[in-house]
Nanobody, 115 residues
């Protein structure tokens, strides 16, 4: 079993920055992918970014050039640095840890971009 916990959300003004963290814990596992997704009120959950164990990254077009995903394999932790935030980025951000083809999800952290 893998537990995933996100942190770092909050309220930020447009143009501001936030850094989210995703910590995965458990025993006897090797995490392949760590993904970030988000869900805004009244909308479906959408993909934001992914980083593989080897460091390959993928981003949604809507966040390219503004968000950066990274990870520390030794700590089983991923990060999402979010810059130039827009009101449209307001959502609950979820992290998923991919283990042997199965995603373990966290409970999410709220990000609100508002003046």
């Amino acid at each position: 079993q893998v537990q995933v916990v996100e942190s770092g959300g909050g309220l930020v003004q447009p143009g501001g920055s936030l850094r989210l963290s995703c910590a995965a814990s458990g025993s006897g596992f090797s995490i392949n992918t760590m993904d970030w997704h988000r869900q805004a009120p009244g909308k479906q959950r959408e993909f934001v970014a992914q980083i593989t164990r080897g460091g390959s990254v993928t981003y949604a077009d809507s966040v390219k050039g503004r968000f950066t995903v990274s990870r520390d394999n030794a700590k089983n932790t991923a990060y999402l640095q979010m810059n130039s935030l827009k009101p449209d980025d307001t959502a609950v951000y979820y992290c998923a840890a991919g283990v042997v083809g199965f995603n373990y999800w966290g409970q999410g952290t709220q990000v609100t971009v508002s003046s």
